[in-house]
């Protein structure tokens, strides 16, 4: 097969397939793994897709910059909602939460039940606004650098703070879920913090609605095993939920 074929056929794939990886492109084009990687590294230099660990994205559904908070905030509106019930149906009173950021994250907020008893940390202050009147919960803030649309703090003073934090439960935001590059976000500030949340939790979920499954954004935060599981709106692919499955994590279909 000439070279002009096998691109072809790999961006074709990449149309299927958020995700794919070098041991399936060897099979589909039946060549070795090394030419694979070739083919990669000339598509990348194209912009034709991005190389990440194990295989490629498509640059349309993975690396890039995020939608803007208002776009983000009327997208799948309805999905967002069932997360953050589905999320909230976790907590138990008395517990300590940890809300991250993202429009998901909020919706997590507004599900907590008004007579919700326990401690909630967050670096959103779009979560601590939704929780401030609550007389049953005490709202902790990280402080730190603010960034526009989502009110997201970031930083050392952030990390700093959870990492004195010892929660119950923390639900985290997400640029993208993927079975092979894991957790990752677009933004490298709040990626240590947001490992430090992991680490000082006795379980852990990521948010995701449907268009975050397979996706990757640029800058990882973990791999599945570290993570407890996912909360989504719609049952993930088959190589996702086994991926989380097998790292021992639950899958939460919210509906």
Do not use: W
């Not at 084009?29 to 000339?42: F, I, K, M, P």
């Not at 049953?136 to 703070?161: I, K, N, P, Q």
């Not at 599981?229 to 692919?237: A, Q, V, W």
């Amino acid at each position: 097969m000439l070279a002009a074929e096998r691109h072809r056929r790999i961006c074709a794939a990449l149309r299927d397939k958020r995700v794919v990886r070098t041991e399936e492109f060897a099979r589909m084009l039946g060549v070795s793994a090394e030419t694979v990687r070739r083919d990669l590294v000339v598509l990348e230099r194209r912009g034709s897709l991005v190389r990440v660990h194990g295989g490629a994205t498509s640059t349309a559904g993975g690396f890039g910059e995020e939608a803007s908070f208002a776009e983000r905030s009327t997208t799948d509106r309805e999905a967002k909602v069932a997360i953050g019930r589905a999320a909230a149906e976790l907590v138990r009173p008395g517990q300590t939460v940890i809300i991250d950021v993202g429009t998901t994250a909020v919706e997590v907020a507004r599900a907590l039940p008004q007579n919700h008893r326990g401690i909630v940390a967050t670096c959103s202050l779009l979560a601590a606004a939704e929780l401030a009147g609550r007389p049953g919960v005490e709202v902790l803030v990280s402080g730190g650098r603010l960034r526009a649309g989502d009110l997201a703090c970031s930083g050392a003073h952030a990390t700093g703070f959870f990492a004195d934090l010892n929660a119950d439960v923390a639900f985290l935001g997400s640029g993208g879920v993927d079975a092979t590059a894991g957790l990752t976000d677009f933004h490298l500030d709040e990626v240590a913090g947001r490992r430090v949340m992991i680490a000082n939790t006795v379980r852990s979920y990521v948010l995701a609605d449907a268009r975050k499954l397979g996706r990757v954004a640029p800058h990882r935060v973990c791999g599945l095993d570290e993570i407890d599981g996912l909360i989504t709106d719609e049952t993930p692919p088959p190589t996702l939920r086994a991926a989380i499955e097998d790292a021992g994590g639950a899958v939460v279909v919210a509906g």
